[in-house]
Nanobody, 122 residues
């Protein structure tokens, strides 16, 4: 499985961005997908995850109500819509797939994209 994240950039506080993660490989629709981020000097932080069917989603409290995870299994792509962005959302954002355990634990994921950088100006 290869994951390619995109959509990052520079945005003003209060603005929005939509990140995309395109996946290659078989059986995308059966794979749990997650989004994480890592700011300089900080640990990788869980943001959101979605089941293969898209029916179940799970969010970190820090982004609940502002970020929305979704997927299009016809395009092998998962999205992260980010609204009302704050300066503290500045980080490199990663998508990941196939957690063997808890969806919110980074170490449980088998595959990772290369990251896309988001910078929020205050």
């Amino acid at each position: 499985v290869q994951l390619q994240a995109s959509g990052g950039g520079l945005v003003q506080a209060g603005g929005s961005l939509r990140l995309s993660c395109a996946a290659s490989g078989p059986t995308f629709s059966s794979r749990v997908m997650g989004w994480f981020r890592q700011a300089p000097g900080k640990r990788r932080e869980f943001l959101a995850a979605i089941s293969g069917s898209g029916i179940s989603t799970y969010y970190a409290d820090s982004v609940k109500g502002r970020f929305t995870i979704s997927r299009d299994n016809t395009k092998n792509t998962v999205y992260l819509q980010m609204n009302t962005l704050k300066f503290e959302d500045t980080a490199v954002y990663y998508c990941a797939s196939d957690p063997s355990g808890a969806w919110f634990v980074a170490d449980e994921y088998d595959y990772w994209g290369q990251g896309t950088e988001v910078t929020v100006s205050s």
